[in-house]
């Protein structure tokens, strides 16, 4: 149950940024012992590995923070995000962490089943995200999408950092971020309601 929580917790990381949950895999894997990656998932704490997660991150921190540039950005990330998904989750779940001292050893088959889920988990995110965005900046004029691109970074950063050290973190995080987009759906249903007329 906690290297499900664990993957689940990283590819949704991966839905709002698609490097940083690697990112923070591989650095834990590489500098501590709080993470031990799978044989198959090893190739993630090589350092060209780490360098090209870095680039993605800085690319996709600055882009996402530009009003229209986060637009395309959302439309480049809609293969980048899922694919980082898959590899967070499979990666996850075979991973031994500290909250999950047995690694997880999974067939060829098992493997593949674990990359489509996080491919369909990060892709569920990252849509939702990129439609509440567009509201975001069509009520703001593209002045809050920075804000909000900066609390995704924040919200993914956490999650990843929960998913590896307190799996049980998951379920708040996953909490939080459905309860965002609900309000922010209905924030958006409330302004599209027009005004009863008045009497005459």
């Known amino acids: 149950m906690l290297e499900l929580l664990t993957a689940t917790g990283l590819a949704t990381a991966a839905g709002l940024n698609a490097a940083l949950p690697l990112l923070v895999l591989s650095v834990l894997a590489r500098w501590t012992p709080l993470v031990e990656l799978s044989e198959g998932w090893t190739w993630l704490t090589d350092g060209w590995a780490i360098a ?18 986060d637009h395309l950005n959302d439309v480049l990330q809609s293969v980048l995000r899922p694919a980082a998904g898959g590899v967070a989750f499979s990666a996850g779940v075979g991973a031994q962490t500290m909250a999950v ?16 889920a996080g491919v369909v988990l990060s892709l569920t995110v990252h849509v939702a995200k990129a439609l509440l965005r567009v509201g975001v900046n069509t009520s703001t004029g593209g002045l809050g999408g920075p804000v909000v691109s900066g609390i995704e970074d ?6 990843s950092l929960a998913a590896v050290l307190v799996p049980a973190l998951v379920l708040v995080g996953l909490f939080v971020l459905g309860w965002l987009a609900v309000r922010t759906l209905r924030r958006r249903a409330r302004r599209r309601v027009p005004a009863p007329p008045r009497p005459a």
């Open 52 to 69: 090209v997660l870095v680039v993605l991150l800085l690319v996709e921190v600055v882009a996402d923070k530009i009003p229209g540039v």
């Open 154 to 159: 924040i919200l993914s950063v956490l999650l």
């Open 101 to 116: 001292p047995a690694t997880v050893e999974g067939t060829t088959t098992g493997q593949w089943l674990a990359v489509l």
